[in-house]
Structures are given as C-alpha cells and as structure tokens.
C-alpha cells in the first residue's frame, strides 16, 4: 500500500485530480527516469507485450494439462490426476498405463479425493470455490458442492464429510456429502492449502502455504492442525517453529507418524549466504505418536539441495516414505527408520540445519519430470506416481528399482509457448547456487510467502523489503519497493543474479520467457467484488472516502494526500516513488514505489517492509501524520469502510 | 389453631422449596490454580470451564486448572465475557484490551489498530451463526467471520445515544444490546433495522411507571431466548416478551438486590442474576438466592414464594462470595462468576440430600 504523497521525485508531473479509479494516468503522466528505461524495455519486448493480452485472459486455463493433485483408488486400478491448467480430471488405467477417461471440471482446479469405495471423486475448484463432484466410473460430474475462497487441499473422512482447506479464507469448510452443504467452518491459518485424512478418518490434518502472522521480523511459524474428524473439531495445532511454506502432508496407515512438506526460510539475516544454505532449508516435519512430538528434518545436502518439497508419501508398510521435490525434479526416497531414529535422537531438534544430516535417512533421490507436484503410491508400494506439472505428465517410479519405469503423457500441445518455457523457469531452482532455491521458492503458486526479507549484502537488517504478489503487474513497473528496477527484465536479469542466486542469472532468451510467464500471471477472482460489479453500502461509503478531496471537515486536502492520486488507474497506482512515512531508520530512503492495489486483500502483511499486518494498521499505526492519505480525521466506522472498499479493488 | 395454619404454611413452603434448585458448592480459588479470584466470566464448554479472571484466562480440564495470560496472546489479562461458538468450540474473550479468540490451543486477536474493532474496551461477546457480535466502550460491532467484515453499530447508525455497549445477546430474529445509560437496542435480522427501548421514566432514579418499559436506562447485560428478553441493570431488572414489559425490583421481588451484573434465562422463564448481593433465581413463580449469608457469611438459600413469603431452605455449602459477574450453565449445573472465585454448583437431585 502506498497511499500518499507523490511528486515529490517526479519533476514536472502534475496529477490529474479528475482522474478516478479505472482510468489510467499513464497517458497523462510525464515519464521519470524510471519510466524511460521502461519505455525502452517495452518497444525491446513489443512482441512479448502483444502476446500478454491474450495470455492474460487465458492464463487460469493455459491449455497445457499440468497435473497437480494425484489420488488412486483404493484397488489400485485408476489414477485420478487434477489437471490445473485444462480444467480436468484425467482418469488413468494403472495397468495399461495410459489415459482411460476425462471430465472437466471447474476453474483451476487442484486437490481431489475419492471415496473409499472409489466410486466418488471429488474436486476442488480453486478459482470457482466450488467441488465438483464426480461419477467415477462414468467420469461425469454430478454435483457442484460449495467451498470458501480459493479452496485448494481436500479430504474425505470416510463418514460422509468433506474437509476443504481454503487458501484465501484461513479456513476448513466441513461439507456434508449427503446434503452438499457446509456445515462447519473452522479455523485455520495464513493460506490453508492441503488436507490429507488418517487411513481410517478419524482424523484430518491441514497445512498451509503462508506462515502465521508474527512480530514484525520474527521467525516465521506454521502450524499443522488436527482436526477429529468425529467431533468434526480443531483438536491441536502441531507447531512448526521457523517453519513459513508448508506443503502436502501424509499420515502413516496405523496413524502413528505424519510427514509434511515444508520449507524453512532465513528471511531474517542478508540474503547473501546462499552457498551456506541460508536462503530456504527444504525440509520435512515428522510427527505423530511414533516421534512423541514434532520435529523437522532436513533433506537438503550440502551442495545438492532438495529445491522446494511439495508431495509426500509413507508406505504402508511404514518402511520407507517418498517426497517431491518441486524446485529440483526429483522425488526422495526415504528410509522411515532412520527417519524415525533420527527424529527421535537428542540432537534432532539441532538437525534442522544439518545439512549432513539428511544422507543418515535419505536413500536415493530420483530423476523425475519437471515441477513434480503431488505423489501417490500404490497399496502394495511397488509404484510411485508422480504428477509433473510442468511436463504435462505422469512419472511411473518402480521403488524396488528406485528409477522411473514410464511416463504417461497427457496431451500438451505439441509447441511450447515462450509463457510455458518462462514458467518452467520460474518453477526450477536449476539457477541459484547449488539449485538451492528458485522464483517459486518465495512466490509460492506464483503469488508471495507472507514473510520480509533481508535481500541485499548491504548489512544486517537494512532495507527489509515485503515480498510482493505476482497478479497482473505487467503494466505496473517500474519493480522493486524502491523502484530501481524499471522494468522485469531488469528486476529477472542481473537483479537476481546478483542479489539472490548468487550463480548465474536468467539471459537471453530465458530472461525473455521468464518475463513472459511473469507478466501473464493472471488476476485471481476477486471474492469481495459482487459479478455486477454493484458495492454493498460499506463499500460504496469507503469509495467515496477513497476518492474525497476534502477532509471531513470541508478543508482541501493536498492532492499528494488524496488516495486516488497516488493509486490511480487501472491497478490502483500512478507508478511513482512517494514518501508516505513508512520508511524505517534503516531503510535508505524514505521513497518507495506506489504498489498496485488489485486484490491488496489477499496479500498481508503490508507496506514496503511488511510491518502492518493489516490494512488496518497502515493507517492506525504507520499514518501518524497523515502522510500515507489523509486519513487521521477519519473515525473508525469510517476506516473500516475504506478498507471494504479496498477488498473489492 | 394458627399454630396449625403456621406449620403448614411453613411445610408449604418447604415443598415448594423442594422445587427450586438446591446446589451443593464447590469453589475454586488460586489456591486451587485460578490466576486470580476475582472471575468476571465463565463459560461452559461440555467438560470444559472457561473463566475469564482479573489476571488472565483459565480453562479446567480433567480436574486441572491451565492459564492462558497476555504471554500466549490474549489481548489482555482483564478478561470480563466469554461466548462459546458451539458449532466449532472456537471461544471469543472479550477483555479491556481487546478481542481474543481461542481455538485448539491458538489464540488470535483483533483489536482497534489490527482489526475493525471499534475499541479495545470491550464488555460483551455473542455468536449467531457466522457472526460474532461484540459489546464495547465505543459501540457494537459484528465481525462477519466467513468474509472478515467488520461493521460498527454507534450513535451514527442506530438509535444509542451512549456507545458504552455492555453486554451483547443474540439468536436467530433479534440481538439486544444492553446499553449502558442508553437503555436496550434491538437489532432486527430480517428487516436490518434497529430499534431502542428506554425507561419511560427517563433517567430518574424512581420508577413512576412501573411494567410500561425497561426499568432503568443503565443497563449491563441482556438475555434473549424463546423470544422472551430479559434485561439487567443496575437497578432492577425487566421481562419483555415483544409486547408486555414486567419489571423486577429487590423490594416486590426476590432479588436480592437491584445492583445486577448479569442476567440470563434458561428458557425465558427460568432466569439467574447475578448480582451484587448472591445469585438469583427465577422461575416464574418463586424465586431463590443462594450466597454466603452477608453478614455471617454462613451458606444461605433464601427461597420467596409467589406470597412474598421468605423462608430459608438448610444448606451447608454456598457460592464462594457474595458479589457476582457471571454464570454460565452445565446441564442441570451451574458456574458462577464471583469477586472472590468461581463456584459450582452440583445440582442436588430432588430427595437427595
């Protein structure tokens, strides 16, 4: 956010005080210093620019199948894999290895889960909050089920109840199967992502992509829940200390042992200890009554990192378990006794960072196809499924042989759009020393990960910087918080060699296609904006305090203070540096660039450096002196209005 | 003859008293793991028991008292209104420095600088549903917790003249607001469209028409249920049923006092108060106090007939004080809220001794 003053390095610019949200300044706008490089990027990348029109609009369904979420049925004989980017659900022949059915589904769907009796499937429908559900055997949808904001993780307790993990929601819908209905919403946390169910489902556990909201640079926190699934209740909230991106998670078939995916970020100190392994550890949390407790491993190893772990899987027989990782391409395989062991050992609460410490359980790590997302093993443990969303296919593993015996194909489009190769990039950690971490290890899903960061060698804590959501900021450079980077070749290319992979950067042709990808991530639906477009009362009260130009006692206020100045156009920003008081003694310069507005709800916590967990905040703590807006003679009702309207942008 | 009339007026009354609910106490203090003894709220969970206490929040479980302080979250130690959600068992705390919210061990708060709250003084909580509506020193407000809406209810959109809301009761047509010094507010569901209930006396002291409106326009708490509404104050209390007001005064009542904390009806007819001289009950006809006794503090049960006749019923256990804040039910149970502990009050089954 970054609501205020304008101008004040922008020489000769005079602000259009006609100029409301949904029209544009830039015509109007004379260009800064950081314009024209923009200017010059743009006529270098007209192509790129062209093709983003279209890309944007098509980008929730890309047309390449990207499988995400796997589930076999209980007799082994279909795979059932999410197709995130066509909309479907394929159904696989396990023996015959090849694709048996298809049935769409809703808008950008990711998590699915069966019945036990495998006649029912069940899909979420992230961009619709809806479930769809399926007729296994004849592939056909039956029934749209209702879900709460971008529902993302499900699971089925066996009892008739389905349990959605709602990423922008922070919680757990219960939907009754009988009558399709919610019943229950429970609390969860920052970005509720994935849901797995015990073996008989009696218990539920939910993760989430987003840490906890903490004291401003604090570690990071995560939690995982524990929901009886009888009571249908939050019985326990296993902590993950340090913990921030917690991915897919498993329980062991007696119940005993749960694994999860999880990364643990070092936000805290400079980002300039990659070689060290201080940018992400990629780890796993190990819990349950076989460990007493929870503690988290790693499974990175020194100079060969484990990028980004996402899907995980025991076997039934307990004797080994399986991760993804999705950064790196590769699925570890896991001895679970050692892995016990080493959970159980004094030392392990030390091991986290041990980057020794993962060969004690980590027996192979196998090639797979890039972006392996989610896993399913087979009830006998012979096969491992890989969803390789970014291959557009399946990776048969053998786990006697411990290596890929085939791949299954889902019908990609026979050329690779330039979008598509600039996605692979984004998705791969193949770049950053040691292939430590990548794009997607802080823009989780392509959006952010909730945390501040302390990027650049320029001493301990100067400069934190909030990471910034991804969504449709094409046209909204110039990039980074203090506006250097006047364009994303610039913020992609030697930016990111220099300030993050500390390897090699993105060039050439891959820059090109990173930028591509980058620019056609599209807006996610807007859940507080009614399909007319018409504003309940609250949100029409706080537009009209968003585009007033007097204060409430009938004074001008300075066009620099008046919101729609400063976040104007079509993304709510005129794309210039202000002052607006945020800057910290430790920041080097109290400028920072005007951020787009467009769904500001989702994306706590705010401001250049993340210090306001809410959108509140910004103004009841960070605008003393009414220099982000004039917004001190507002009353609270009338605050609280501002920011209903504020979601719905 | 009149001996004769005497003792079976006086057997009577026993019978009668055999009707009202006879407890047998048992009190918890910090000698038993309270933080504090002075307790403003409780709440009963199933097995659970919420007391919000001067310094901090307590849960017992299984036999065993754990403490909850600012340390873990809580917004702060003063917790004064406790509300149960009973579809998820998520538990809201009002307390003077904000609202906080427990569930399964975590404990988030909202409050003027982090959230919609309109202050951080707030009184009272109540659940309907997916809302949550609250009780503050600067008005109500309503946090819509599927869309995180906050909306504030002043003297900017409703009828209140005073914004020190006091306690906050919900169902599913109506919430009532107890309004201190202005009286009771009642938000209507269906029509989105408030109205106010004053004292027809205006603001004095005495009650010039009595069963024509509320009793006194400093409220402190109110209690709807079956449609029936019972409103507390500090000076007596008032039934409402949507068309006739009864008023209830310590002297043509069995209240021991008009001084009230607060109130609350098990069906609109069996109704406690807590006040500041023993705990209340009313069951339409009769009416019972129980508290140790105020001047020899010896355990008390005062029962009133619909005669006006007092008769006090033996007991040998009593609720741990005299001053009371709150008492929250556990089926035929009842916990109250005390200045100096919480009791419980074990329900003595008829014939049982």
């Not at chain 1, 790129?48 to 007799?75: K, M, N, T």
């Not at chain 2, 906080?100 to 309907?128: C, E, H, K, M, W």
Request: glycine share 8%; hydrophobic share 40%; aromatic share 10%.
């Amino acid at each position: 956010m970054g609501m205020g003053k304008q101008g004040r390095i922008a020489k000769g610019f005079t602000t259009n005080r006609a100029t409301a949200p949904g029209r544009s300044l830039t015509a109007a706008a004379p260009l800064r210093v950081q314009s024209r490089h923009r200017q010059g990027a743009v006529a270098g990348t007209a192509s790129i620019f062209a093709c983003f029109v279209f890309a944007a609009a098509a980008a929730a369904q890309s047309g390449y199948p990207s499988p995400d979420d796997l589930v076999l049925s209980a007799d082994g004989t279909r795979l059932y894999a999410v197709l995130s980017g066509t909309g479907e659900v394929v159904a696989i022949d396990t023996a015959k290895r090849a694709v048996a059915g298809r049935v769409p589904v809703g808008k950008v769907p990711r998590g699915i889960a069966i019945t036990p009796d495998g006649a029912r499937l069940y899909v979420t429908n992230s961009w619709a909050d809806t479930i769809t559900e399926i007729d296994a055997a004849k592939m056909q949808p039956l029934r749209t089920l209702p879900a709460g904001f971008e529902p993302t993780g499900i699971a089925f307790d066996g009892r008739g109840a389905l349990y959605v993990a709602n990423r922008l929601s922070d919680n757990v819908t219960v939907v009754d199967m009988a009558s399709g209905a919610i019943t229950r919403h429970l609390i969860s946390a920052h970005g509720a992502s994935y849901a797995a169910a015990s073996a008989d489902g009696a218990r539920i556990y939910v993760t989430h992509i987003y840490p906890i909201l903490g004291q401003f640079r604090t570690p990071p926190r995560s939690e995982i829940e524990e929901i009886d699934a009888r009571a249908q209740l939050v019985t326990n909230r296993i902590a993950l200390p340090d913990a921030a991106g917690v991915f897919h998670v498993t329980i062991s078939h007696d119940g005993r042992l749960g694994l999860a995916a999880l990364l643990r970020p070092r936000n805290l100190v400079p980002l300039a200890h990659v070689e060290h392994g201080w940018a992400f550890g990629d780890s796993l949390a190990v819990f349950g009554d076989d460990i007493g407790g929870a503690v988290q491993l790693p499974l990175d190893a020194i100079e060969n990192y484990f990028s980004l772990p996402f899907g995980v899987a025991i076997s039934t027989d307990k004797k080994r378990a399986y991760v993804s990782a999705s950064g790196t391409n590769e699925v570890a395989v896991l001895d679970l006794a050692r892995l016990v062991a080493a959970a159980r050992a004094p030392s392990a609460a030390r091991m986290a960072n041990d980057l020794s410490a993962a060969s004690r359980y980590v027996i192979a790590r196998i090639p797979v196809g890039r972006n392996p997302r989610n896993i399913a093993l087979s009830a006998d443990g012979a096969t491992l499924w890989v969803a390789n969303r970014l291959d557009d296919s399946i990776s048969i593993i053998d786990t006697a042989r411990m290596a890929v015996s085939g791949t299954i194909t889902l019908g990609a489009p026979a050329t690779l759009t330039a979008q598509r190769r600039g996605e692979r990039l984004f998705y791969s950690s193949a770049v950053a020393f040691g292939s430590s971490f990548g794009c997607a290890s802080c823009h989780i899903d392509s959006t952010f990960d909730g945390l501040n960061w302390d990027l650049e060698p320029d001493g301990f804590g100067i400069d934190i910087v909030d990471n910034r959501a991804l969504e449709d900021i094409a046209d909204t450079s110039p990039f980074k918080w203090n506006g250097q980077n006047p364009d994303l070749e610039t913020e992609c290319g030697p930016r990111t060699e220099r300030y993050f992979f500390r390897s090699q950067g993105f060039r050439g042709d891959d820059l090109e296609d990173l930028v591509s990808y980058i620019k056609a991530i599209p807006l996610r639906p807007n859940r507080y904006r009614a399909p007319d477009g018409e504003l309940t009362p609250a949100q029409e009260r706080g537009k009209t305090i968003f585009l007033r130009t007097n204060r409430k006692d009938g004074t001008p206020i300075p066009e620099g203070d008046q919101c729609f100045v400063c976040h104007s156009g079509k993304y709510y920003t005129n794309q210039l540096l202000a002052d607006v008081g945020t800057g910290k003694p430790t920041d080097r310069s109290p400028l920072i660039d005007t951020p787009e507005l467009t769904n500001v709800v989702n994306s706590a916590p705010y401001l250049h450096d993340g210090s306001a967990h809410t959108l509140e905040e910004i103004w009841t703590i960070f605008n003393p002196k009414d220099q982000h807006g004039v917004t001190n003679d507002l009353v609270k009702d009338e605050l609280n209005d501002l920011i209903e309207y504020l979601k719905t942008l | 003859m009149r001996a004769t009339i005497i003792a079976v007026f006086l057997a009577a009354s026993a019978l009668f008293a055999q009707d009202l609910p006879r407890f047998r106490w048992e009190n918890f203090s910090t000698a038993n793991g309270l933080p504090d003894n002075r307790v403003y709220s409780v709440c009963v969970d199933g097995g659970r028991i919420w007391a919000g206490t001067d310094n901090g929040l307590a849960l017992y479980e299984n036999g065993k008292w754990r403490v909850f302080t600012t340390a873990d979250g809580l917004a702060h130690r003063a917790v004064l209104s406790l509300a149960l959600d009973k579809n998820t068992h998520t538990l809201w705390i009002a307390t003077l420095g904000g609202l906080s919210r427990y569930s399964a061990g975590r404990i988030d708060t909202f409050n003027q600088l982090n959230s919609g709250l309109p202050n951080d003084v707030v009184y009272g909580v109540t659940v309907q549903g997916d809302l949550v509506w609250i009780a503050t020193a600067a008005g109500g407000a309503r946090l819509d917790t599927r869309t995180n809406q906050w909306s504030i209810f002043n003297e900017r959109n409703t009828p209140m003249y005073e914004i020190w809301t006091y306690g906050v009761s919900a169902a599913e047509d109506k919430v009532y607001y107890a309004v201190w010094g202005s009286g009771v507010l009642e938000y209507d569901v269906k029509t989105d469209h408030w109205l106010k209930y004053d004292d027809p006396d205006g603001e004095n002291e005495i009650v010039l028409f009595k069963d024509q409106g509320l009793i006194h326009e400093i409220t402190t708490s109110v209690s709807y249920v079956n449609k029936i509404l019972w409103a507390a104050t500090y000076f007596g209390a008032s039934r409402y049923d949507g068309r006739n007001w009864r008023n209830f005064l310590e002297k043509d009542s069995g209240l021991p006092s008009n001084f009230l904390n607060q109130v609350k009806t098990v069906d609109g007819t069996r109704t406690w108060f807590a006040t500041d001289k023993g705990l209340a009950y009313y069951d339409g006809v009769q009416w019972a106090t129980y508290r140790p006794a105020l001047d020899t503090h010896a355990p008390e049960m005062l029962v009133r007939d619909a005669a006006g006749v007092v008769t006090h019923v033996p007991v040998t256990t009593a609720p741990a004080y005299h001053y009371m804040f709150g008492i929250d039910f556990q089926n035929d149970d009842i916990w109250v809220a005390t200045a100096k502990g919480l009791s419980h009050g074990i329900r003595i089954k008829p014939g049982e001794k």
